[in-house]
Protein backbone atom coordinates (compact mmCIF):
# COMPACT_ATOMS: atom_id res chain seq x y z
CA UNK A 1 0.00 0.00 0.00
CA UNK A 2 2.85 2.35 1.00
CA UNK A 3 4.42 1.79 -2.87
CA UNK A 4 1.00 2.56 -4.21
CA UNK A 5 0.40 5.72 -2.65
CA UNK A 6 4.35 6.94 -3.51
CA UNK A 7 3.29 5.82 -6.67
CA UNK A 8 -0.37 8.27 -7.17
CA UNK A 9 1.79 10.69 -5.58
CA UNK A 10 4.28 10.58 -7.82
CA UNK A 11 1.83 10.60 -11.14
CA UNK A 12 1.50 14.37 -11.26
CA UNK A 13 5.33 14.70 -11.57
CA UNK A 14 5.90 12.14 -14.35
CA UNK A 15 2.93 14.02 -16.43
CA UNK A 16 4.54 16.77 -15.57
CA UNK A 17 8.32 15.53 -17.09
CA UNK A 18 6.70 14.02 -19.98
CA UNK A 19 5.09 17.32 -21.27
CA UNK A 20 7.99 19.07 -21.03
CA UNK A 21 9.64 16.33 -22.72
CA UNK A 22 6.70 16.70 -25.37
CA UNK A 23 7.26 20.59 -25.49
CA UNK A 24 11.11 20.09 -26.15
CA UNK A 25 10.49 17.53 -28.79
CA UNK A 26 8.02 19.86 -30.75
CA UNK A 27 10.09 22.58 -30.52
CA UNK A 28 13.18 20.86 -31.67
CA UNK A 29 11.62 18.96 -34.77
CA UNK A 30 8.95 21.90 -35.94
CA UNK A 31 12.39 24.30 -35.64
CA UNK A 32 13.65 22.25 -38.71
CA UNK A 33 10.83 20.17 -40.52
CA UNK A 34 8.17 21.85 -43.07
CA UNK A 35 6.09 19.38 -43.14
CA UNK A 36 6.06 18.23 -38.58
CA UNK A 37 4.80 21.88 -37.82
CA UNK A 38 2.28 21.70 -41.31
CA UNK A 39 1.10 18.80 -39.80
CA UNK A 40 0.05 20.42 -36.04
CA UNK A 41 -1.35 22.98 -37.37
CA UNK A 42 -3.76 20.96 -39.56
CA UNK A 43 -4.31 18.34 -36.30
CA UNK A 44 -5.06 21.63 -34.84
CA UNK A 45 -7.34 23.07 -37.28
CA UNK A 46 -9.47 19.94 -36.69
CA UNK A 47 -9.56 19.45 -32.93
CA UNK A 48 -10.81 23.58 -32.82
CA UNK A 49 -13.74 22.30 -35.42
CA UNK A 50 -14.46 19.45 -33.33
CA UNK A 51 -14.44 20.97 -30.28
CA UNK A 52 -16.17 24.55 -31.39
CA UNK A 53 -13.28 26.46 -30.83
CA UNK A 54 -14.98 26.55 -26.80
CA UNK A 55 -12.79 26.57 -23.78
CA UNK A 56 -11.21 23.29 -23.03
CA UNK A 57 -9.19 24.61 -19.30
CA UNK A 58 -10.46 26.90 -17.03
CA UNK A 59 -8.66 27.57 -13.91
CA UNK A 60 -7.40 31.38 -13.40
CA UNK A 61 -6.64 31.36 -17.10
CA UNK A 62 -8.78 30.11 -20.09
CA UNK A 63 -7.41 28.06 -22.62
CA UNK A 64 -8.54 26.88 -25.97
CA UNK A 65 -7.72 23.87 -27.76
CA UNK A 66 -5.59 26.10 -30.42
CA UNK A 67 -3.30 27.88 -27.59
CA UNK A 68 -0.39 26.22 -26.80
CA UNK A 69 -0.34 24.88 -30.33
CA UNK A 70 0.59 28.26 -31.92
CA UNK A 71 2.14 29.29 -28.70
CA UNK A 72 4.78 26.78 -30.09
CA UNK A 73 4.56 27.99 -33.60
CA UNK A 74 4.90 31.47 -32.60
CA UNK A 75 8.01 30.74 -30.46
CA UNK A 76 9.97 28.48 -33.41
CA UNK A 77 8.82 31.24 -36.25
CA UNK A 78 10.28 33.78 -33.77
CA UNK A 79 13.65 31.54 -33.53
CA UNK A 80 13.39 31.12 -36.94
CA UNK A 81 13.29 34.73 -38.06
CA UNK A 82 16.10 36.03 -36.42
CA UNK A 83 18.46 32.86 -36.73
CA UNK A 84 17.63 30.35 -39.69
CA UNK A 85 19.79 30.54 -42.41
CA UNK A 86 17.85 28.75 -44.72
CA UNK A 87 15.19 31.42 -44.91
CA UNK A 88 14.07 32.39 -48.07
CA UNK A 89 13.21 35.71 -47.78
CA UNK A 90 12.31 38.16 -45.12
CA UNK A 91 9.53 39.81 -46.41
CA UNK A 92 9.91 43.68 -45.28
CA UNK A 93 6.26 44.17 -45.62
CA UNK A 94 5.20 41.27 -43.74
CA UNK A 95 7.45 42.22 -40.64
CA UNK A 96 6.46 45.74 -40.84
CA UNK A 97 2.26 44.09 -40.36
CA UNK A 98 3.71 42.18 -37.62
CA UNK A 99 5.48 44.78 -35.57
CA UNK A 100 2.54 47.15 -36.08
CA UNK A 101 0.42 44.20 -34.33
CA UNK A 102 3.01 43.58 -31.36
CA UNK A 103 2.79 46.92 -30.88
CA UNK A 104 -0.59 47.06 -30.74
CA UNK A 105 -1.14 44.20 -28.68
CA UNK A 106 1.33 45.32 -26.05
CA UNK A 107 -0.36 48.65 -25.97
CA UNK A 108 -3.88 46.71 -25.22
CA UNK A 109 -2.16 44.57 -22.55
CA UNK A 110 -0.89 47.56 -20.95
CA UNK A 111 -3.91 49.93 -20.84
CA UNK A 112 -6.77 47.28 -21.16
CA UNK A 113 -5.59 43.85 -19.47
CA UNK A 114 -6.23 39.93 -20.34
CA UNK A 115 -8.92 41.28 -22.87
CA UNK A 116 -6.14 42.34 -25.21
CA UNK A 117 -4.98 39.00 -25.39
CA UNK A 118 -8.51 37.41 -26.02
CA UNK A 119 -9.43 40.02 -28.70
CA UNK A 120 -5.96 39.30 -30.70
CA UNK A 121 -6.34 35.89 -30.13
CA UNK A 122 -7.34 34.90 -34.43
CA UNK A 123 -5.27 37.45 -35.61
CA UNK A 124 -2.36 35.97 -33.74
CA UNK A 125 -3.05 32.53 -34.59
CA UNK A 126 -2.92 33.80 -38.40
CA UNK A 127 0.30 35.48 -37.62
CA UNK A 128 2.13 32.30 -35.93
CA UNK A 129 0.68 29.61 -38.49
CA UNK A 130 2.01 32.51 -41.68
CA UNK A 131 5.27 33.50 -40.45
CA UNK A 132 6.27 29.54 -39.27
CA UNK A 133 5.90 28.38 -42.90
CA UNK A 134 7.12 31.18 -44.97
CA UNK A 135 10.49 30.87 -42.74
CA UNK A 136 11.01 27.46 -44.15
CA UNK A 137 12.36 27.00 -48.50
CA UNK A 138 9.23 26.39 -49.95
CA UNK A 139 8.94 24.31 -53.56
CA UNK A 140 6.60 22.27 -55.51
CA UNK A 141 7.60 19.21 -53.12
CA UNK A 142 6.16 21.44 -50.11
CA UNK A 143 3.18 22.75 -51.59
CA UNK A 144 2.54 19.12 -52.38
CA UNK A 145 2.50 18.48 -48.48
CA UNK A 146 0.20 20.75 -48.12
CA UNK A 147 -1.94 19.65 -50.82
CA UNK A 148 -1.79 16.20 -48.80
CA UNK A 149 -2.06 18.42 -45.48
CA UNK A 150 -5.90 19.78 -46.80
CA UNK A 151 -7.40 16.39 -48.43
CA UNK A 152 -6.51 14.74 -44.92
CA UNK A 153 -8.10 17.41 -43.20
CA UNK A 154 -10.85 17.79 -45.37
CA UNK A 155 -11.94 14.19 -45.55
CA UNK A 156 -11.91 14.42 -41.42
CA UNK A 157 -14.28 17.26 -41.88
CA UNK A 158 -16.40 15.32 -44.36
CA UNK A 159 -16.32 13.00 -41.57
CA UNK A 160 -17.44 15.17 -38.70
CA UNK A 161 -20.25 16.78 -40.97
CA UNK A 162 -21.57 13.52 -41.29
CA UNK A 163 -21.60 12.63 -37.85
CA UNK A 164 -23.11 15.82 -36.75
CA UNK A 165 -25.62 15.65 -39.55
CA UNK A 166 -26.54 11.85 -38.17
CA UNK A 167 -26.92 13.19 -34.48
CA UNK A 168 -29.26 16.25 -35.05
CA UNK A 169 -31.62 14.79 -37.87
CA UNK A 170 -31.84 11.19 -36.04
CA UNK A 171 -31.90 13.07 -33.67
CA UNK A 172 -29.73 11.70 -30.77
CA UNK A 173 -30.40 14.42 -28.02
CA UNK A 174 -27.88 12.81 -25.74
CA UNK A 175 -25.03 13.84 -28.25
CA UNK A 176 -26.68 17.73 -29.11
CA UNK A 177 -24.37 20.74 -27.56
CA UNK A 178 -25.58 22.67 -25.28
CA UNK A 179 -28.69 24.42 -26.80
CA UNK A 180 -29.33 21.66 -29.42
CA UNK A 181 -27.77 23.00 -32.57
CA UNK A 182 -24.24 23.25 -33.46
CA UNK A 183 -25.05 26.24 -35.30
CA UNK A 184 -27.54 28.77 -34.57
CA UNK A 185 -27.30 30.20 -38.07
CA UNK A 186 -28.98 27.36 -39.04
CA UNK A 187 -29.47 23.57 -38.01
CA UNK A 188 -27.59 22.71 -40.92
CA UNK A 189 -25.13 24.42 -40.76
CA UNK A 190 -22.90 22.40 -38.71
CA UNK A 191 -19.31 23.67 -38.94
CA UNK A 192 -18.00 26.88 -39.40
CA UNK A 193 -18.10 28.74 -42.82
CA UNK A 194 -14.16 28.33 -42.70
CA UNK A 195 -14.51 24.55 -42.09
CA UNK A 196 -16.97 25.14 -45.39
CA UNK A 197 -14.31 26.93 -47.37
CA UNK A 198 -11.78 24.51 -46.87
CA UNK A 199 -13.57 21.79 -48.25
CA UNK A 200 -14.43 23.98 -51.61
CA UNK A 201 -10.50 24.54 -51.96
CA UNK A 202 -10.11 20.77 -51.89
CA UNK A 203 -12.55 20.38 -54.72
CA UNK A 204 -10.87 23.04 -56.73
CA UNK A 205 -7.01 21.45 -56.15
CA UNK A 206 -9.27 17.67 -57.36
CA UNK A 207 -10.68 19.60 -59.71
CA UNK A 208 -7.72 21.52 -61.47
CA UNK A 209 -4.67 20.12 -59.46
CA UNK A 210 -5.08 17.38 -59.02
CA UNK A 211 -2.30 16.29 -60.67
CA UNK A 212 0.23 18.01 -58.60
CA UNK A 213 0.01 15.86 -55.66
CA UNK A 214 0.13 11.83 -54.97
CA UNK A 215 -3.08 13.13 -53.44
CA UNK A 216 -4.90 13.11 -56.45
CA UNK A 217 -6.56 10.18 -56.45
CA UNK A 218 -8.19 10.93 -52.82
CA UNK A 219 -8.70 14.40 -54.20
CA UNK A 220 -10.71 13.17 -57.13
CA UNK A 221 -12.71 10.52 -55.79
CA UNK A 222 -13.73 13.24 -53.14
CA UNK A 223 -14.41 16.00 -55.15
CA UNK A 224 -18.33 14.83 -55.78
CA UNK A 225 -18.40 14.68 -52.21
CA UNK A 226 -16.69 17.82 -50.96
CA UNK A 227 -19.10 19.78 -53.68
CA UNK A 228 -22.64 17.89 -52.37
CA UNK A 229 -21.25 19.74 -48.95
CA UNK A 230 -20.00 22.89 -49.87
CA UNK A 231 -23.80 23.47 -51.14
CA UNK A 232 -25.72 21.62 -48.63
CA UNK A 233 -23.98 23.93 -45.87
CA UNK A 234 -25.47 26.70 -47.33
CA UNK A 235 -22.69 29.29 -46.57
CA UNK A 236 -23.06 31.63 -48.85
CA UNK A 237 -19.56 33.39 -49.43
CA UNK A 238 -18.45 29.69 -49.72
CA UNK A 239 -20.12 29.55 -52.89
CA UNK A 240 -19.12 33.00 -54.12
CA UNK A 241 -15.38 32.72 -53.15
CA UNK A 242 -15.56 29.01 -54.91
CA UNK A 243 -17.07 30.43 -58.14
CA UNK A 244 -13.96 33.12 -57.97
CA UNK A 245 -11.49 30.28 -57.92
CA UNK A 246 -12.68 28.47 -60.52
CA UNK A 247 -13.06 31.78 -63.01
CA UNK A 248 -9.69 32.44 -62.04
CA UNK A 249 -8.52 28.82 -62.47
CA UNK A 250 -10.11 29.24 -66.13
CA UNK A 251 -8.17 32.84 -66.40
CA UNK A 252 -4.52 31.02 -65.63
CA UNK A 253 -3.26 29.58 -69.01
CA UNK A 254 -1.83 26.41 -67.20
CA UNK A 255 -4.64 26.12 -64.58
CA UNK A 256 -4.75 21.97 -64.25
CA UNK A 257 -4.63 19.70 -67.58
CA UNK A 258 -8.55 20.65 -68.38
CA UNK A 259 -9.17 22.11 -71.62
CA UNK A 260 -11.23 25.25 -71.77
CA UNK A 261 -14.33 23.45 -72.57
CA UNK A 262 -14.10 21.65 -69.83
CA UNK A 263 -13.36 24.03 -67.28
CA UNK A 264 -16.31 25.86 -68.63
CA UNK A 265 -18.82 23.01 -67.86
CA UNK A 266 -17.02 23.20 -64.81
CA UNK A 267 -18.27 26.17 -64.19
CA UNK A 268 -21.95 25.59 -65.33
CA UNK A 269 -22.22 22.32 -63.21
CA UNK A 270 -21.35 24.25 -59.71
CA UNK A 271 -23.48 27.47 -60.48
CA UNK A 272 -26.19 24.89 -61.50
CA UNK A 273 -26.11 22.97 -58.48
CA UNK A 274 -25.70 25.97 -56.33
CA UNK A 275 -28.42 27.62 -57.42
CA UNK A 276 -30.67 24.89 -58.68
CA UNK A 277 -29.98 23.17 -55.01
CA UNK A 278 -30.88 25.69 -52.83
CA UNK A 279 -33.25 27.80 -54.92
CA UNK A 280 -35.65 24.21 -55.63
CA UNK A 281 -35.07 22.18 -52.04
CA UNK A 282 -37.21 23.67 -49.68
CA UNK A 283 -35.61 21.84 -46.85
CA UNK A 284 -32.23 23.62 -47.77
CA UNK A 285 -33.76 26.75 -46.34
CA UNK A 286 -34.58 29.85 -48.05
CA UNK A 287 -33.42 29.81 -51.47
CA UNK A 288 -30.94 32.13 -53.37
CA UNK A 289 -33.59 34.38 -55.43
CA UNK A 290 -35.37 35.20 -51.85
CA UNK A 291 -31.82 35.80 -50.61
CA UNK A 292 -31.52 38.22 -53.60
CA UNK A 293 -34.63 40.08 -53.17
CA UNK A 294 -33.62 40.94 -49.54
CA UNK A 295 -30.08 42.25 -50.17
CA UNK A 296 -31.90 44.39 -52.91
CA UNK A 297 -34.59 45.97 -50.32
CA UNK A 298 -32.39 46.36 -47.92
CA UNK A 299 -32.82 43.69 -45.62
CA UNK A 300 -31.47 40.55 -44.32
CA UNK A 301 -27.64 39.71 -43.55
CA UNK A 302 -26.29 41.71 -46.61
CA UNK A 303 -27.48 45.24 -45.60
CA UNK A 304 -27.10 44.36 -41.80
CA UNK A 305 -23.20 43.66 -42.12
CA UNK A 306 -22.64 46.46 -44.82
CA UNK A 307 -24.42 48.98 -41.83
CA UNK A 308 -21.67 47.48 -39.95
CA UNK A 309 -18.93 48.41 -41.72
CA UNK A 310 -19.86 51.57 -42.12
CA UNK A 311 -20.12 52.05 -37.91
CA UNK A 312 -16.97 50.26 -37.55
CA UNK A 313 -15.54 52.53 -40.01
CA UNK A 314 -16.90 55.21 -38.13
CA UNK A 315 -15.82 54.57 -34.52
CA UNK A 316 -12.52 54.06 -35.94
CA UNK A 317 -11.78 56.93 -37.74
CA UNK A 318 -13.72 59.09 -34.34
CA UNK A 319 -11.19 57.38 -31.94
CA UNK A 320 -8.16 59.58 -32.75
CA UNK A 321 -4.95 59.93 -34.84
CA UNK A 322 -3.00 57.20 -33.01
CA UNK A 323 -6.10 54.80 -34.02
CA UNK A 324 -5.84 55.78 -37.67
CA UNK A 325 -2.33 55.06 -38.13
CA UNK A 326 -1.15 52.62 -36.18
CA UNK A 327 -4.73 50.91 -34.91
CA UNK A 328 -7.16 50.38 -32.18
CA UNK A 329 -5.24 48.25 -30.28
CA UNK A 330 -6.86 45.23 -28.44
CA UNK A 331 -8.93 45.11 -25.40
CA UNK A 332 -11.21 48.07 -25.52
CA UNK A 333 -14.57 48.34 -26.20
CA UNK A 334 -15.70 47.00 -29.61
CA UNK A 335 -19.36 47.37 -29.26
CA UNK A 336 -21.69 49.24 -31.68
CA UNK A 337 -25.03 50.21 -33.12
CA UNK A 338 -25.82 49.21 -36.49
CA UNK A 339 -29.19 48.88 -38.05
CA UNK A 340 -31.08 45.02 -38.09
CA UNK A 341 -33.88 44.83 -39.67
CA UNK A 342 -35.12 47.89 -38.81
CA UNK A 343 -34.39 48.26 -35.51
CA UNK A 344 -31.09 50.25 -33.86
CA UNK A 345 -29.27 46.52 -32.15
CA UNK A 346 -26.31 47.00 -30.11
CA UNK A 347 -23.52 43.85 -31.34
CA UNK A 348 -20.46 43.20 -30.24
CA UNK A 349 -19.22 40.46 -32.69
CA UNK A 350 -16.45 41.55 -35.28
CA UNK A 351 -17.22 43.36 -38.42
CA UNK A 352 -17.99 40.15 -40.31
CA UNK A 353 -15.06 41.99 -42.98
CA UNK A 354 -11.62 40.74 -42.40
CA UNK A 355 -10.12 43.84 -44.63
CA UNK A 356 -12.03 46.14 -42.12
CA UNK A 357 -11.09 44.43 -39.13
CA UNK A 358 -7.91 44.24 -39.95
CA UNK A 359 -7.66 48.20 -41.04
CA UNK A 360 -9.37 48.88 -37.19
CA UNK A 361 -6.82 46.87 -35.58
CA UNK A 362 -3.49 47.56 -36.95
CA UNK A 363 -4.18 50.89 -39.15
CA UNK A 364 -3.08 52.80 -42.58
CA UNK A 365 0.32 51.11 -41.78
CA UNK A 366 -0.31 47.69 -41.04
CA UNK A 367 -2.95 47.70 -43.84
CA UNK A 368 -0.37 48.99 -46.05
CA UNK A 369 2.20 46.31 -44.96
CA UNK A 370 -0.36 43.91 -45.51
CA UNK A 371 -0.64 45.19 -49.08
CA UNK A 372 2.88 45.21 -49.66
CA UNK A 373 3.38 42.12 -48.68
CA UNK A 374 0.41 40.48 -50.95
CA UNK A 375 1.45 42.28 -53.82
CA UNK A 376 4.66 41.43 -53.20
CA UNK A 377 4.07 37.22 -53.37
CA UNK A 378 1.34 37.64 -55.92
CA UNK A 379 4.27 39.12 -58.45
CA UNK A 380 6.67 36.76 -56.97
CA UNK A 381 3.90 33.60 -57.90
CA UNK A 382 3.44 34.86 -61.09
CA UNK A 383 7.14 35.28 -62.14
CA UNK A 384 7.33 31.73 -60.52
CA UNK A 385 4.66 30.51 -63.27
CA UNK A 386 7.19 31.46 -66.26
CA UNK A 387 9.30 28.43 -65.38
CA UNK A 388 6.99 26.23 -66.97
CA UNK A 389 8.10 23.12 -64.20
CA UNK A 390 6.40 21.86 -61.06
CA UNK A 391 7.24 24.70 -59.45
CA UNK A 392 5.30 26.88 -62.08
CA UNK A 393 1.79 24.42 -61.44
CA UNK A 394 2.29 25.13 -57.72
CA UNK A 395 2.42 28.67 -57.99
CA UNK A 396 -1.00 28.72 -60.09
CA UNK A 397 -2.30 26.51 -57.55
CA UNK A 398 -1.54 29.18 -54.83
CA UNK A 399 -2.50 32.03 -56.70
CA UNK A 400 -6.21 30.68 -57.40
CA UNK A 401 -6.47 29.67 -53.38
CA UNK A 402 -5.52 32.74 -52.27
CA UNK A 403 -8.31 34.68 -54.79
CA UNK A 404 -10.98 32.51 -53.32
CA UNK A 405 -9.27 33.20 -50.26
CA UNK A 406 -9.72 37.02 -51.10
CA UNK A 407 -13.19 36.45 -51.76
CA UNK A 408 -13.84 34.51 -48.64
CA UNK A 409 -12.37 37.97 -46.27
CA UNK A 410 -14.75 40.33 -47.20
CA UNK A 411 -17.36 38.70 -45.30
CA UNK A 412 -15.30 36.37 -42.49
CA UNK A 413 -11.77 37.35 -40.66
CA UNK A 414 -8.86 36.21 -40.74
CA UNK A 415 -8.30 32.04 -40.20
CA UNK A 416 -4.88 30.13 -39.70
CA UNK A 417 -5.60 27.53 -41.51
CA UNK A 418 -5.75 29.72 -44.72
CA UNK A 419 -2.50 31.46 -43.58
CA UNK A 420 -1.13 28.13 -44.19
CA UNK A 421 -1.31 28.98 -47.91
CA UNK A 422 -0.43 32.53 -47.68
CA UNK A 423 3.19 31.83 -45.43
CA UNK A 424 3.60 28.79 -47.89
CA UNK A 425 2.74 31.44 -51.13
CA UNK A 426 5.66 34.38 -49.61
CA UNK A 427 8.05 31.44 -49.34
CA UNK A 428 7.84 30.18 -52.93
CA UNK A 429 7.28 33.49 -54.14
CA UNK A 430 10.59 34.00 -53.22
CA UNK A 431 12.26 31.85 -56.02
CA UNK A 432 10.03 34.49 -58.25
CA UNK A 433 12.10 37.53 -56.51
CA UNK A 434 15.69 35.62 -57.08
CA UNK A 435 15.14 34.91 -60.52
CA UNK A 436 13.91 38.36 -60.96
CA UNK A 437 17.47 39.71 -59.65
CA UNK A 438 19.86 36.78 -61.31
CA UNK A 439 17.74 38.00 -64.72
CA UNK A 440 18.94 41.47 -63.93
CA UNK A 441 22.57 41.19 -62.92
CA UNK A 442 22.20 39.07 -66.48
CA UNK A 443 21.31 41.78 -68.62
CA UNK A 444 23.64 44.55 -66.84
CA UNK A 445 26.76 45.17 -69.51
CA UNK A 446 29.89 43.07 -68.56
CA UNK A 447 31.69 46.15 -66.82
CA UNK A 448 28.85 46.84 -64.40
CA UNK A 449 28.85 43.51 -62.87
CA UNK A 450 30.49 42.75 -59.97
Not at 87 to 98: I, N
Not at 108 to 122: E, I, K, P, W, Y
Not at 258 to 275: F, K, P, Y
Amino acid sequence: MQALFWLLQAVPYVLAFLLAVLIIVILQVGSRRFGFGLGLIAVTAWLDTATQSAPIFQAGVVLYVADVPFILIGLIAAWRWVAARDFPWRQPGWALYVGVFLFNLAWGLATQGTSAGVQARGDYYAIASASYLMSFPVGAREVRLVVRAFLLLGAGLLALVTYRWVVYYTPITELLPPGGVYNIDGAIRVVSSASALLLAQCLLMGVYFGGLSGAAVGLRLLAPIFLAYVVALQHRSVWLASLVGVVVSMLLARAGNLRLWQQVAAVITLGALVVGGVTFSGSLGEGVANSAGQAVSGQGTVAARFDNWRVTLTDWKNDGLKAVVLGKGYGGDVSRIVNSGGRQTRITFGAHNNYVSQLVAVGLVGFAAQLWALASTVGGLVTVMRRRDDDASAATLLLVLLAVQAAYYIAYAVEFTQSVLLGVAMSLAALGRSAQASSQVEQRPASLRV
